[in-house]
């Protein structure tokens, strides 16, 4: 079973130029754009007001379509009785109507603009059609914005962030809440776009949706959350599913182990833990619920894949040694669902061509940043674009690990976005690798697998105290997807 079908045309990310295209498709269809920018800017004037008291407000309008759901905006909250100030960025924004409709006392120079604190300042410069850098005028109003200690609102984007990649060009302020329509864009949640935009609402204007639009999917339970459901009934352990999790030595054994701990909270039947005998000696005084097997060479390992194994996790804690290097090329030639990390990345890194020649569709690489680089240089651009261009060289599902962590490789690219800074510590992506590899063992197909496992992931650490570490991990998936089956 793939993603839930309605689910993908909620959550797609349409970039600009395909916002556009469905903007033009819904204008051909019958919908006036002068009735688009009021649904739009009604949306934000209502999402405004649930959000602030009545404060003086300052709308910067750009010379496009964003500057005129600003100027709809002036006119929703003059009519309220707000106090409102309007700066044009350029005057031939306003039209007959605007004139007509008094905005004109509204007006005051842009040279008059000083955001103070205790007022709000809605950002309507630029939005989906920015397309250079922003410099003289509109530049000197965003510093002075990003500058102040007004608040911000910012309409679709904040002006200055590449909606496609989330990059500044020039200079951008940020929002505390951003109002965009009908889909949130990559832009929201790529590079600076995630924290410059503040807390996002998304407006439905009544844009006619169609798939050919979608770029990537925010990641969310609707997408996967029926393949998670464990089956009732009549079953054997080994019919849910067998990790096999392969460790190192002795004193490098907790990274595997905490994988291990993650695959078998996963709904997976069952897990085995194989190492070599120091690990394996210690490995089995601290599991009770998971199987260990020493081992001495990669006929352990074939002999439970030609068993019941069903998904391997391997690398993280593995080492770099004989075993090591034996044991990858035994999963990688079982053609089993296979989650390689840590070690595993690392260990071809000189070589990644040799690596990529080795990897099966069912295969998912889950680099951070740094092993991300080392097995893939050369990859520049956003997260989003350089998981995309993995995936394509190493002929692999790519999950590039971060804050808002890059899935590519499957039916779409995935963006996860729940993530927090409780999860930059360490083991947090050896428990990511193992809960991969359970849900992959129970026979969910790699993309949700990883689609699914990143969210419950970066769920299970919300709300962490600093006394957080990775060992609390496990318990806390147990509990996210004990929700999400009552849910
Ligand atoms: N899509 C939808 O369904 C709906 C969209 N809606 C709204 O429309 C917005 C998109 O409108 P848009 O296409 O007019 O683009 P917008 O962002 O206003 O900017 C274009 C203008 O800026 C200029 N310009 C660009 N870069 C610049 C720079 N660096 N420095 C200086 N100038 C620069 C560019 O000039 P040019 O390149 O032609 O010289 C052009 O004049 C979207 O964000 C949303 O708010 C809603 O109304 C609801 C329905
Ligand atoms: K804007």
Redesign the pocket.
Known sequence: MGFEREAMQRQALLTPDA??A??RR?IAGGTPVGT??A??ARAIFRILRAHYTRRPVTILC????????GLMLAALLDEAGWPVTLNLLDAGVMDESDTSSGLMRLLSPTGTFRPEAGTLVVD?L??????????GE?RLLIEKLEASDASVLA???PSGIDGRTGEV??AAAKADITVS??RAKPGHFLGEGRRLSGRLFIAD?G?VPHHDDTSALHNDPALWKQSLAVADGDTHKYARGHVAVVGGPGLKGGAARLAARAASVSGAGAVTYLAPLSGAEFAASQFDAVMVKPLTGPEELRTLIDGTASAIVIGPGMGHGRLASECLSAALESGLPCVLDADALTLYEDTPHVLFGKLHERCILTPHEGEFSRLFPGLDGDRLSRAKKASARAGAMVLLKGSTTAIAGGILPVLNTNGSAALATAGSGDTLAGLIGGFMARGIAPEVAAAAAAWVHAEAAQGAGPGFNADQLAPRIAAVLERLASS
């Open positions: 916002m556009q469905a903007d819904t688009l920018v649904r739009a750009g010379p496009g379509q964003n500057g005129e759901d309507a630029f939005g989906a059609g920015l397309n250079r850098p922003i410099e509109a309409v679709d984007l060009l020039g329509f009908h204007i844009i």
